[in-house]
């Protein structure tokens, strides 16, 4: 095919309704609806969830109890009954034993087909029954007299479904799509190139959605049902490829636009450097020097910089911060919380302020007057550094010559509003240089999904003399066992987090939860000053607690998990966290973070109410095996899947309709390689490929 012609046939792909369909009515219609199937493509990706082999029909006196199987009997009786409630019985035998089916959801017409003397074909699982071996609810069809219809040629694909479609109406509709796909009538391009699918021995499109939807009968069912058949993965891999496309085109788009070259001698990254109280770890100089190599550059820099929490990254951002400011240069630095936003303010005032440069401060809870002003300062260039929350993005926000935009924990942001602040340094065609922080660690895998048009700076190691967290989880029975550990603590110097996670859905509640706690902790240790932390106390309020906190006036911090990202006080030696059980690993891992920063010992006890479901067993196990943030990811991966990982934000951008980041993992390098060839070789096929899987333009590209 032509490129005109793939083009067309793709676009054709989009907008051929389901609807085209035999049997859709309205209600059909907005049942698939729901489903996510709008387009005979759509139909066609919505793939079976597992299988069923119906293809051997056995005898009813051979029939094992909790075993699916076929059966082909004639009715010998029918009849409602009423034990406690309305129910259908139909008792059928082929000459080597009887069966009976129970029904407790069924119509008149239904009963009437049933009746005596009736050809059934029945599928389901068997379990004993009071005489004879029963099926409840089988799936059956009835059978003509004399014609005994042939064996199930394919395995029974099982779709997900929603309320109102059966699977035989799912079975029906996608039996005529894949006759379509046969004819001209609805052609599903094939957009791989040849060269590919024979090097790899691909399957072609069509041929591997056939298969996967009509397996034939000597299939593995065991390759089918984990994934891993060469139909399934070779569907997962055009997926994969597609988003990995589709964020290489933003990148080659960045590429090839401008961003402000920052040289210079380096003379304020040196004097900052020289007045730390602490060399820079190996890994911190070696991702400051990429980062400098990448901000010479006449195009703009996207770079993930990722290292666990507590490695380090706010000194390196400062570093970056201050080479543009010393040529000239604005930059803004944007986190994710107004705490988190206000603790990297008062950091860089410090650190900046012996450099003769104060940061300046924007979020959105700014008075009018003050925000005018900000905004005013930032416009005309007189403030080199801003530092914020999302108020950043707002439209009336612009800039002078913002040269760099650093945003810390990534992973609360989606992909859009990354570049929504990156336009912000926008001027005809040059965007600010971007460096993204996270302390997420993103395994490698998703890191090259998600992330394939950032490179990745990494701080793989920590400050020395840290020693690792001890962790524990304990019955919240115990909790006076806690509460006299706070106290000991608090008599040794030392200074303690008790975080109270969101339990009620509302902030408010939330917020009185921690209340009741600070309230109960405050009769409990009458001898510590305690501190209330949460998300609805004024700024002000929130500026001083803190500052008590990290001046060492108060001991113990009872906060909701407003403090879970960057807050750093080294001091801080004890993290207690309440209903352990109902947060994520990151989340969890986030939390214990704060804790183990200076060279005291720190420990964490993860206090949960019993019983726990298994899942947050392992989560409370991984957490006590380890304190490596990249095996806690891992991890997380494997629990939440990358949807999860990635924040809500992202979830909705990264959302994979076939292929599994864990489970097709392997198949990433040839990804990128594919990746590579098309966008050399085939460019005009790359946009067909990101509008197949994420829509029209790529859902990406039009942020
Ligand atoms: P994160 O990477 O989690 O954002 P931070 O930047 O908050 O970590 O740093 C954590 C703590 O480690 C801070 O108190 C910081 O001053 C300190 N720190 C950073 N780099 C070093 C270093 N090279 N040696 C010692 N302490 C360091
Ligand atoms: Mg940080």
């Not at 694909?157 to 005529?176: F, H, M, S």
Request: aromatic letters at 4%; glycine letters at 6%; hydrophobic letters at 45%.
């Amino acid at each position: 095919m032509t490129a005109a012609h793939l083009s067309a046939a793709v676009n054709l792909e989009h907008s051929a309704p389901v609807t085209r369909l035999r049997g859709i009515g309205p209600q059909l219609a907005d049942r698939l609806a729901r489903l996510g199937i709008h387009t005979l493509s759509d139909l066609l990706f919505h793939l079976p969830l597992r299988y069923q082999d119906r293809s051997r029909i056995t005898p009813i006196g051979a029939l094992r109890g909790g075993v699916p199987a076929v059966v082909d009997g004639r009715v010998e009786l029918t009849e409602t009954v009423f034990r406690r409630r309305r129910m259908l019985l139909v008792r059928i035998s082929d000459g080597t034993g009887a069966l009976t089916l129970r029904f407790f959801y069924f119509n008149l017409a239904q009963a009437n087909a049933l009746a005596r003397g009736a050809r059934l074909r029945c599928y389901g699982e068997t379990r004993p029954g009071a005489v004879t071996l029963e099926m409840i609810h089988p799936e059956y069809r009835l059978l003509q007299e004399g014609v005994t219809p042939p064996d199930e040629s394919v395995l029974t694909p099982i779709y997900p479904a929603t309320e109102g479609i059966a699977q035989a109406k799912l079975r029906y509709l996608t039996d005529q799509a894949l006759q379509l796909l046969e004819t001209k009538a609805a052609p599903l391009p094939e957009l791989l190139p040849p060269e590919l699918l024979a090097e790899s021995s691909m399957p072609a499109l069509t041929e591997a959605l056939r298969y996967v939807h009509r397996p034939p009968t000597d299939a593995s069912m065991a390759a089918l049902m984990d994934g891993s058949h060469p139909a399934q993965q070779r569907l997962a891999f055009e997926e994969l490829l597609a988003h990995h496309l589709s964020l290489r085109q933003l990148r080659l788009a960045a590429d090839r636009s401008h961003a402000l070259v920052v040289g210079g001698a380096g003379r304020l990254p040196a004097l900052f450097r020289s007045r730390l109280p602490f060399q820079l770890t190996r890994a911190q100089q070696r991702v400051t020097v990429e980062i400098f190599r990448d901000l010479g550059e006449p195009h703009p820099m996207m770079r993930l910089l990722q290292g666990d929490v507590g490695c380090g990254k706010t000194v390196v951002a400062a570093l970056a911060a201050l080479r543009c400011i010393e040529a000239g240069y604005q930059v803004a630095l944007m986190a994710p919380t107004e705490l988190l936003a206000e603790q990297h303010y008062r950091n860089f005032h410090r650190w900046f302020a012996s450099l003769g440069i104060a940061p300046l401060w924007l979020s959105g809870r700014l008075k009018t007057g003050k925000r005018a002003q900000a905004i005013t300062r930032l416009q005309s260039g007189a403030a080199p550094l801003v530092i914020g929350t999302h108020a950043l993005f707002q439209d009336d926000v612009s800039f002078a010559n913002l040269a760099l935009v650093i945003i810390d924990e990534q992973h609360r942001f989606g992909v859009h509003q990354r570049l929504a602040l990156r336009d912000k340094g926008a001027a005809a065609d040059r965007h600010a240089h971007q460096l993204i922080m996270t302390a997420t660690p993103i395994p490698r895998t998703l890191a090259m999904t998600a992330y394939a048009d950032l490179d990745v700076s990494s701080i793989d190691e920590l400050p020395p003399g840290r020693t690792p967290v001890k962790t524990v989880a304990l019955s919240d029975t115990r909790r006076d066992e806690v509460v006299a550990r706070v106290r000991h603590a608090g008599a040794q110097g030392r200074q303690v987090y008790w975080v109270c996670p969101l339990i009620q859905e509302s902030e408010v509640l939330q917020c009185q939860a921690a209340e009741d706690t600070a309230n109960a902790l405050t009769a409990a240790l009458p001898e510590l000053h305690i501190g209330l932390l949460h998300g609805r106390l004024k700024p002000q309020q929130k500026d001083a607690i803190m500052a008590h906190f990290k001046a060492g006036h108060v001991q113990l911090l009872v906060a909701t998990t407003v403090i879970e990202v960057g807050v750093d006080v080294p001091n801080a030696s004890l993290m207690i966290i309440e209903n352990a059980e109902r947060l994520g690993l990151a989340q969890l891992h986030q939390l214990r973070g704060r804790v183990g920063r200076g060279s005291v010992e720190s420990s964490c006890v993860m206090l949960y109410r019993a019983p726990l479901s298994s899942a947050a067993r392992t989560r409370l196990e991984a957490m006590r095996s380890t304190n490596d943030g990249f095996e806690i990811a891992r991890r997380d991966l494997e629990l939440r899947g990358p949807g999860e990982m990635l924040g809500t934000r992202q979830a909705g951008e990264l959302q994979l309709r076939i292929a599994d980041l864990n489970r097709d993992a392997p198949l990433i390098p040839r990804v990128q390689r594919a990746a590579m060839l098309l966008l050399k070789q085939y460019p005009e096929r790359v946009p067909l490929i990101v509008q197949r899987w994420l829509g029209d333009g790529g859902r990406y590209a039009r942020a």
